[in-house]
């Protein structure tokens, strides 16, 4: 059984995380706390997915009043992280530059105008979440692990937003990895190393993806460089990607 004490704890334990770097971001600005504010999230949503399937309970729902920060926080975020990625592989026009750096400005301006906002909508995520918590026992989890890992293999077969949405539910599984008990994670025998270099090289041809995407039709020198990249790191993915099912779990 998956009891409901750990999953207190756990909630507890992400609860303080994202204030923690709430703070920190108010009184900085810093860029690497709105990032890790938003893993946080991601794996609190991990968790009311995973909750939802094994419960029956609508945690999925109780996380809904996050959405606002999360996604505030993703303005800040990829408005500095477009500008990186283009920097990675062409000079970044003058125009462009000041465009994101101004966007970056104006959302943070508009997430700290809402922090108080943010704070009490998370208080009452937590306590909805914490109601809505039951134990949970192992062959639903066994059950919900392996449908997971058949509905990623059918991911991985897609390309555009359908394999991005593929990293997404490989770092769920990952992210909820932490949260079971030891005899359980043996026996699921995920191999974790395997799925985290899949998820990453997923991750890696996405943020091509977004800069050829950001720049199609530019008149910039490197565009097909940029292409070429997109179309390597994607087949890097399919190269890792394949007999997924099997090299998804450990060998005997």
């Known amino acids: 059984m998956l009891k409901k004490s750990k999953q207190r704890h756990y909630l507890a334990k992400k609860d303080r995380e994202w204030q923690q770097e709430l703070d920190a971001f108010h009184a900085s600005q810093d860029e690497e706390s709105i990032h890790r504010l938003r893993i946080t999230i991601k794996k609190m949503k991990a968790f009311a997915r995973f909750s939802k399937a094994c419960s029956g309970k609508d945690t999925v729902g109780d996380i809904d009043l996050l959405k606002k920060m999360y996604r505030q926080a993703g303005v800040i975020r990829d408005a500095g992280n477009h500008l990186h990625l283009l920097e990675q592989v062409h000079p970044a026009p003058e125009f462009y530059r000041q465009e ?142 394949g007999e997924f099912f099997r090299r998804a779990h450990l060998d005997e």
């Open 100 to 241: 994101q750096q101004q966007l970056q400005s104006a959302a943070t301006e508009t997430f700290i105008g809402h922090i108080g906002q943010y704070r009490r909508e998370g208080k009452k995520t937590h306590r909805r979440l914490v109601a809505d918590i039951h134990t949970i026992r192992l062959d639903r989890i066994r059950d919900w692990y392996a449908t997971e890992l058949i509905g990623i293999s059918v991911l991985l077969t897609a390309s555009g937003d359908r394999l991005h949405k593929a990293r997404k539910q490989i770092k769920d599984l990952l992210y909820v990895l932490r949260l079971l008990p030891s005899r359980l994670v043996k026996e699921l025998r995920l191999d974790e190393k395997y799925l985290d270099q899949l998820q990453e090289a997923i991750g890696q041809w996405h943020d091509a993806w977004i800069v050829v995407g950001v720049w199609a039709g530019k008149d910039l020198s490197g565009s097909q460089a940029m292409i070429k990249e997109c179309r390597e790191k994607e087949a890097a993915v399919r190269v890792l990607a």
